[in-house]
């Protein structure tokens, strides 16, 4: 699991891999991405529960055709005002559960933005919910699921952005945040506000790996026993499905030594 430092800092190598390197961004979709949709449109993840998306594959195709047909674009360079303004509004919403670009004080995005400094040419902001990698990050606002305009594509390709900021934590209804601040220039003031990146490390459960296909919720009963001299841990699944039934599926894991047992709803 990574920090949310760790996390920070994958996305905004990623989006300099897709500015840089868009053609190399696609084939990663292609072996990387494509293979996560199942039926239903639902996108299957690793760690965290899937995603019922709007346009299905074939906005990841649509993505991966516009990415092989452009030239690549100049990177970005980090900013520390940017990112403390970024970092801001994700310490702001995520504890309350807020989404959008207005923070729980109706201040928007230039407001976060002349406390740290000040900017010209041009600014964007991109937003991620529910995200555990900075690579499904940077694929979420190159797809932009049901959004036909693709606005969140359009920012992060935007060839006049030469400077970013990025922001990330635990959101109350998402399991977290990221948000990320464009730039054609910002000049940061000399004694910038402190913000804390949140302590800690984005939320996976190994335990919703294999993922029942059409299944939308999932009740998990664990127990760690000895078995034949070997201690094993148990994985009891309830699932409820799309049409209404349910199905009971059980996996065996190697675990450590020791009894217990314990339940968790997931999704």
Known sequence: MASYVEFIQEIFGELNNLRTDPKGFAERMEFEFISTFKENNARHRFGAVPIITKEGIKAAQEAID?????????????????????????????????????????????DRLSQFGKWSDCIGECLDYSSVTGFEVVVSFILD????????????????FKKVGV?????????????????????????LDNIEIPQGNIQTFPEIENWLEGAIRMTCETRTESENGETVK???????????????????????????????DIL
């Open 145 to 160: 699921d049901g959004l036909p305009t693709r606005p969140h594509r359009k920012i992060a390709m935007n060839p006049r």
């Open 167 to 191: 922001g990330a934590g635990h959101h109350t209804e998402y399991r977290s945040a990221a948000c990320v601040v464009f730039a054609g220039e910002f000049v940061e003031k000399e004694d």
């Open 66 to 110: 516009y990415l092989k047909s452009i030239e690549p674009l100049g990177g970005l360079a980090w900013s520390e005002g940017l990112s403390r303004a970024a970092q801001s509004h994700v310490n702001d919403t995520g504890p309350l559960g807020i989404v959008g670009h207005t923070g729980s004080r109706e201040n928007n995005l230039g």
């Open 234 to 264: 148990r994985i009891r699944k309830h699932w409820e499905m799309h049409d209404g039934t349910t199905k009971v599926t059980e996996e065996i894991q190697k675990a450590r030594k020791g009894s217990s047992s314990s339940s968790s």
